[in-house]
């Protein structure tokens, strides 16, 4: 059971560059959320879903696209990458939306914009 | 302004001293969860709280949630280098309704634990 994988680890991207960080689950979840996270700091909810043809803002979704096909895949699309969207970027999925259902998250995509 | 406030955000101190981290809130919140992320990696639950005044134990990690339920501590007894890491409190606005579900995190509090 892989849990949530997150692809790629590592990137560097131009300023004005567009990239796909991939998220894909196997657990059957369907609420699946996106965060970046700066150096020493929480998350930031960028956009979640719950579930296929779903999806909705979260603080900060400026910058970021996302589509929900299908329930295991939540890809997140930067258009025109800019310094300010240098972060490590976590996917996280849960299967229900009670207030105590467990967040599993992937091991996050680390992106530096030069 | 932060929903969920923690603090301290950064805690340095020696292998065998006691420490607490908070989470506020002017909130009222059905539940609360801690995590911890290790560097390089995710977050990983390590616990819900659900009740107002509720205590909870994990090994040498106490959570409680308050009377209010719009904060939560975290204590832990007897530090260890083991335990560095980022430690965050999250919760769910507007689980169990209708409405979609927001996992809000607090901003974290940075421990290191020194031998």
């Known amino acids: 059971n892989a849990g949530v994988t997150q692809t790629p680890k590592f990137r560097i991207l131009k300023i004005g560059q567009s990239m796909t960080l991939q998220c894909a689950q196997d657990m059957n979840h369907n609420y699946m959320y996106w965060y970046r996270q700066d150096p020493g700091m929480g998350l930031k909810l960028i956009y979640y879903s719950v579930g296929a043809g779903i999806t909705d803002k979260g603080e900060v979704p400026n910058g970021y696209n996302v589509s929900r096909s299908t329930t295991e895949d939540f890809p997140l699309r930067l258009e025109l990458a800019a310094p300010s969207q240098t972060s490590v970027y976590f996917c996280?999925?849960?299967?229900?939306?009670?207030?105590?259902?467990?967040?599993?998250f992937g091991q996050g995509t680390r992106l530096t914009v030069v | 302004t932060q929903l969920l406030e923690q603090s301290p955000q950064f805690l340095s101190i020696q292998e065998g001293e006691n420490l607490t981290v908070y989470c506020n809130s002017s909130?009222?919140?059905?539940?609360l969860q801690w995590y911890r992320q290790e560097p390089g990696e995710g977050p990983v639950l390590l616990v819900t709280?659900?009740?107002?005044?509720e205590v909870k134990k994990l090994k040498r990690l106490t959570f409680q949630f308050g009377d209010a339920r719009k904060d939560s501590s975290l204590h832990i007894t007897a530090a260890q280098t083991g335990d560095t890491g980022l430690y965050l409190c999250l919760v769910n606005l507007n689980a169990g309704g209708t409405s979609y579900g927001k996992l809000t995190f607090g901003q974290g509090t940075i421990l290191t634990v020194h031998p």
């Open positions: 709280v659900v009740t107002g005044g």
């Open positions: 909130s009222v919140f059905s539940s």
């Open positions: 996280a999925s849960s299967y229900e939306n009670r207030a105590n259902t467990e967040a599993f």
